[in-house]
């Protein structure tokens, strides 16, 4: 996502997650994000320009009912169209917020692989936080962000086209190889053909994944988040160095065995 913050359809601009042991996560993520001579991420959660990227609530009675998992709130043209969508495709309905009047505020959909998402109507150019001059490089620049999403299933295809008839995302195939055969992943694109996530099959450097949708945070010292990650009771599921052994990438577990990845800023 080259974007920091756009308002599109198939856009992400924020995830969160109710869990329990809430001081100890906090603990772990406040940890693992605040590396770097100048962390991406502030001790309260919210990134380095004081936007609330991901939020980490306690689970209280009101959120049991949802899963273990970082959800993606992901941006739609109509809100109950796309939840009656889900529902038709295999999805579920697990929480969807309208206003008195009836209509559609946001939904939390599973997909048929378990997979847990939110979805939001597209957000304005007037509602988008702007980032402008108070961002330490500008757009590029170090900022505390949802760099990427990526989906790992046994049935991508399928996947791919319940996404694009509920989210709208169009798709770009990416080549892989696994043990010298060739297949194909999939780029998903938002609506102004910027890329928004991956869904990608459970094979090759994709073995082990669960079904869920993974959240890449953006951190200022990969290596050092990783050393915190076992410090602090998680575990480092798969990493990937390039040829100078630095880290271009990470998927985690913290304390409770939730899946999130990790990316240098």
């Known amino acids: 996502m080259s974007k ?4 599109r359809i198939g856009g992400v601009v924020s995830a969160d997650i109710a869990v329990p042991e809430h001081e100890r996560e906090l603990r772990f993520y406040s940890r693992v994000l605040r590396t ?11 990134n380095n320009l004081g936007m609330p990227i991901i939020g980490l609530g306690p689970r209280t009675p009101e959120y049991e009912g949802l899963p273990l998992q970082w959800m993606p709130h992901i941006q739609v043209a109509d809100v109950a ?21 009836g209509n559609s505020q946001w939904a939390v959909l599973f997909d048929p692989n378990g997979a847990a998402f939110g979805i939001i109507p597209v957000i304005s150019a007037e509602a988008m936080p702007s980032v402008g001059a108070s961002a330490p490089q500008g757009e590029a620049g170090p900022v505390g962000r949802i760099a990427w999403l990526d989906l790992t299933v046994p049935n991508a295809e399928a996947t791919r086209d319940f996404y694009t008839k509920v989210i709208g995302w ?34 090759g450097v994709n073995t082990g994944l669960p079904p869920v949708w993974i959240i ?23 990493s990937m160095q390039d040829e100078d052994g630095a880290y271009a990438y990470a998927v985690i577990q913290d304390p409770i065995g939730v899946y999130v990845g990790l990316m240098p800023g």
Not at 4 to 7: K, N, P, Q, R, S
Not at 88 to 99: A, P, W
């Open 81 to 101: 169209v796309s939840a009656a969508r889900a529902a038709e495709l295999g999805g579920r309905v697990l929480m969807h917020q309208k206003d008195p009047d």
């Open 216 to 238: 890449y945070l953006t951190v200022g010292d990969l290596a050092e988040s990783l050393r915190r990650v076992e410090e602090e009771g998680g575990r480092v599921i798969t």
């Open 170 to 203: 169009t798709v770009h195939e990416v080549e892989m190889e696994d043990g010298g055969e060739r297949y194909v992943d999939y780029g998903m694109v938002g609506g102004d053909g910027d890329g928004a996530a991956g869904v990608c099959h459970a094979r």
């Open 4 to 7: 920091l913050f756009a308002g």
């Open 36 to 46: 770097g001579a100048n962390p991406l991420w502030r001790e309260d959660g919210m």
